[in-house]
């Protein structure tokens, strides 16, 4: 049994995941997988993603790990990064379609015309650091109000209901950028390019015991 999985279903940076994991975690047993019995075994799943989410969709079942991430999500510490937290709801309106529906709610869009307090226009997508207000969670131990994470999207999560929400960030209004339900975490920025607060993240979820 491994100590932590990583999904490979062929959409993420899973390396720099996997590396960040290795320096929060040097003697852990941590693989990158697509197998679904590796999956099932593993005693913590890490579920990241990147690109758009009606492949990330087809990937995951194309490849055969829906039911695998599934009962990870629901079963053993789980964390979610990026699309690998879009994909945990109901709907997405990218693609207009359907999530794997383990927590209620839809993935909405930024609107075209943002702006900052100055005036100034704000591009989508949402690129760069950004200050991230958070709520009390294990998670978060050690972790600054306020500290900075790295996002790349133009997408975010709308939880129906609000006690998910772990953390918000602006842009330039507030969006959940962290939701948590029991054994389950995810984070829209990404963690392992974060520097020291996504590696204290990372380091968390190892020791994690929900």
């Not at 709610?105 to 650091?129: I, T, Y």
């Not at 996002?151 to 953390?167: E, G, I, N, T």
């Not at 330039?172 to 993240?201: I, M, T, W, Y």
Request: net charge negative.
């Amino acid at each position: 049994m491994v100590d932590v999985v990583v999904v490979d279903y062929g959409m993420g940076n899973l390396r720099s995941v996997e590396q960040a994991l290795h320096k929060v975690a040097p003697g852990a047993e941590i693989v990158v997988s697509d197998d679904a019995k590796v999956i099932a075994n593993a005693k913590r799943v890490v579920f990241p993603g990147q690109g758009a989410m009606p492949d990330c969709m087809r990937e995951l079942d194309m490849r055969g790990l829906r039911s695998a991430v599934l009962e990870a999500a629901h079963s053993k510490p789980f964390l979610g990064i990026c699309i690998g937290l879009q994909m945990l709801f109901e709907h997405s309106a990218e693609g207009d379609v359907a999530g794997l529906g383990i927590l209620r709610g839809e993935v909405a869009r930024f609107a075209s015309n943002l702006h900052d307090a100055q005036g100034s226009k704000l591009k989508v997508p949402h690129m760069g650091w950004n200050q991230v207000r958070h709520a009390q969670h294990p998670l978060w131990d050690g972790i600054d109000q306020d500290a900075r994470f790295y996002f790349v999207h133009s997408y975010y999560v709308q939880p129906q209901d609000v006690s998910l929400v772990q953390a918000t960030s602006n842009y330039p209004q507030p969006f959940v950028c962290a939701v948590a339900r029991d054994n389950l975490f995810a984070v829209q920025f990404h963690p392992e390019k974060s520097q020291s607060a996504g590696l204290k993240l990372l380091q968390n979820f190892v020791q994690w015991n929900p």
